[in-house]
């Protein structure tokens, strides 16, 4: 093959090949994510589900079973789907909280900068591996929870459980990447982890009712964009909420789209990876 003839099949140098979406190699990342996780999945997948199914046990020993009614519902109707979504939520964050950051640890983050694919198809092979993972533990607890007595855990609202279920999702994950970016070593993560993520989905109305708080924790409440995301995902299983579920769908949309460019930004200019 002459030189025009390579020229043809390869391209001029410095024109890009792929001058649109690289679907292969996203579909690749993907697969590579999702593998990453399931390869251990007794751990990452069977291990949250059943740690999320105590807290269910344990609530509806200690006060589910004393006849208590949150929002018209029993209590362990009510506190079923708010522990689904939260544990969904921080195995997205766990999960993208991970790809970049041992990369860098053990000097392999060129496996993820050198393959023809732009920022946008990284963050999406990231983000999209992390929400894989955390509706496999979403549907791992909700299985588990049907056989526990007392608990219907049966859906009213498909839509609304996929939608805010996925933007719970996306949130950390996005949250999980970022981390991933700005961290050094492990603990860099754990510390976001143990003292944003945590509390925050602790603090979320999982447990309780926001209304029956007083003014001003029902204030801070509202403050936390995790609270939306598992009010609106509750009001799937139970068909009733404490917040406008509009309200919560454009919030957390807002905050999806600013982690997104927030991420974009900084995979693009390459910040604290190609140092």
Request: glycine share 10%; net charge positive; proline share 5%.
């Amino acid at each position: 093959m002459n030189s025009e003839s390579e020229i043809g099949v390869i391209g001029e140098p410095g024109v890009p090949v792929i001058k649109r979406v690289n679907w292969g190699g996203l579909k690749t990342l993907y697969i590579k994510e999702v593998r990453r996780f399931f390869k251990v999945h007794l751990q990452t997948i069977w291990a949250p589900a059943l740690t999320t199914l105590l807290y269910l046990v344990i609530f509806t020993v200690s006060t589910g079973r004393a006849g208590r009614v949150v929002l018209g519902v029993p209590f362990a109707d009510f506190l079923a789907p708010g522990l689904i979504v939260m544990g969904m939520m921080q195995n997205a964050f766990a999960n993208s909280s991970f790809s970049l950051l041992v990369g860098k640890v053990q000097g392999t983050i060129v496996d993820y900068l050198m393959p023809p694919l732009s920022p946008a198809e990284l963050l999406a092979g990231l983000t999209g591996g992390a929400i894989t993972r955390a509706f496999m533990v979403g549907i791992t607890i909700w299985a588990a929870m049907l056989f526990w007595p007392g608990v219907h855990i049966m859906p009213q609202h498909l839509w609304a459980v996929a939608w805010f279920g996925f933007l719970g999702s996306s949130m950390l994950a996005l949250m999980g990447v970022l981390t991933s970016i700005w961290a050094e070593k492990f603990d860099h993560a754990a510390a976001i982890g143990n003292f944003v993520v945590a509390p925050l989905s602790l603090l979320s109305g999982t447990f309780y009712s926001v209304d029956s708080l007083a003014p001003t924790f029902a204030l801070i409440s509202h403050a936390n964009p995790f609270h939306y995301a598992i009010s609106g995902f509750r009001f799937g299983f139970i068909g009733t909420s404490d917040i406008p579920l509009v309200t919560g769908s454009v919030l957390l949309v807002a905050i999806n789209l600013a982690l997104g460019l927030t991420c974009y930004s900084l995979l693009k200019s390459g910040w604290k990876l190609k140092n």
